[in-house]
């Protein structure tokens, strides 16, 4: 296992090379390409302050020196390991310890690094929420769905999935918050954004000034969790139980919010939460539409299996069965998917912060492309690729624990 990880590890150089070599090539190759000209167009400049900056742009960045020469020196600077140049551009030596940076932008002129810093822990945010939540519903929703095949809810959950999965995320985001963030409808959430500028001055955790309130708000949680967990605790999912008990909580929450009379600060941490609610749903309703009925073909097919006949036979409980054996083989097509669940919710960032108007890594890809930031485009898309390809192998090691029959040795 260990040879295995290594080699896979040193196969994702190559790849990230290929892959920011492709990056390179295209916007090297569009229409106007990358130059210190293009650069200084539109800045209304004097000649004689046109000319510094473009000679600026050329030492900066080597853009007068031919792509391939500007792809390299785009490498050596990310590699700890190169050669090094002077303030005026020249060679300076060779350092096995340089270094690496990101380089700087065109655009903002600050360093990479510092500006992924600021947005890529906003999008991890967000795959952070979305994650969980896809993977409880599909798995909760695609096994009742399998254990009650041809019942009302299969086939209600069966069309509701299908249409969730038919919903483009842009027309999606538009909907949310035109219905739901609209003073033509209800206005419950934000717009956009990730918090307001007066939560920065609130204390972290939510408070109440009235111990009433405090009291009305356990009161009404508690009692909306045992109501729904009471109401479907005959359904046999311990996922299904925990779904309906979150959302239980939450219908006691909202109620509470409502009914109360005293001043309440909802902190920073609410304020967050309450601003991340409508892009996280945007993000997850694709993701867990789609796992829920893959969950529910593979659970359907391995109770349908030899194994599970003959577990029954021997006189295995029906949960034992289900849990025990069925969703274990059941993991394998989840585990493939979720290889892939990584870049497309990276992916789908882009459309969600550009609609919510959240500054994370999917909004600045789009300022980069659009802007022909090549530090930029080139960083991002070397981060991109590198969680492509450690989700890939995270995915080939869990086939070898959720299967012992998967060998890597």
Request: aromatic share 10%; charged share 15%.
């Amino acid at each position: 296992m260990t040879t295995y990880i290594l080699r896979r590890l040193l196969l994702m150089i190559p790849t990230l090379l290929g892959i920011t070599l492709v990056v390179f090539v295209v916007m090297a190759a569009a229409p106007g390409g990358i130059s210190a000209q293009s650069l200084v167009d539109g800045m209304n400049l004097e000649p004689q302050a046109k000319q510094a900056m473009e000679d600026y742009y050329n030492r900066m960045y080597g853009l007068d020196q031919p792509p391939p020469v500007q792809y390299l020196r785009w490498l050596n600077n990310i590699s700890p390991v190169g050669f090094v140049f002077d303030e005026e551009g020249a060679l300076a030596g060779f350092s096995l310890f340089k270094g690496s940076e990101l380089g700087t932008s065109f655009r903002y002129g600050r360093p990479v690094g510092d500006l992924i810093a600021e947005r890529l822990p906003i999008t991890l945010l967000l795959n952070i929420l979305s994650i969980p939540i896809i993977y409880v519903i599909a798995i909760a929703v695609g096994v009742r769905a399998a254990t009650h095949r041809g019942s009302r809810f299969d086939t209600g959950s069966g069309v509701l999935l299908l249409g969730l999965w038919s919903v483009p995320t842009m027309l999606a985001g538009v909907l949310l918050i035109g219905f739901f963030a609209s003073e033509q409808f209800w206005r419950w959430f934000p717009t956009g954004g990730i918090s307001r500028r007066e939560a920065l001055d609130m204390p972290f955790l939510p408070h109440w000034s009235s111990l009433g309130d405090l009291g009305l708000l356990f009161l009404l949680t508690g009692l909306g969790t045992i109501l729904l967990v009471w109401l479907v605790r005959r359904s046999g999912s311990i996922l299904w139980i925990a779904t309906m008990g979150l959302l239980g909580a939450a219908i006691g929450i909202g109620l509470a919010m409502s009914l109360m009379s005293g001043d309440f600060v909802r902190g920073f941490l609410l304020d967050r939460l309450w601003h991340l609610v409508l892009p996280v749903i945007c993000l997850a309703y694709g993701g867990f539409a789609f796992l829920a009925k893959l969950t529910r073909s593979a659970v359907l097919e391995n109770l349908l299996s030899d194994y599970a006949r003959t577990a029954r036979a021997k006189g295995v409980a029906e949960r034992d069965v289900l849990w025990r054996h069925v969703f274990r083989n059941s993991l394998l097509p989840l585990i493939t998917v979720s290889a892939t669940l990584l870049p497309s919710l990276l992916a789908g960032s882009v459309i969600v912060e550009t609609i919510f108007s959240i500054d994370g890594m999917g909004k600045l890809a789009v300022e980069s492309v659009q802007t022909r930031d090549r530090e930029l485009v080139l960083s991002i898309t070397l981060i991109s690729g590198l969680l492509t390809l450690a989700g890939y192998l995270l995915a080939d090691l869990c086939y070898a624990i959720a299967d012992p029959r998967v060998s890597y040795d």
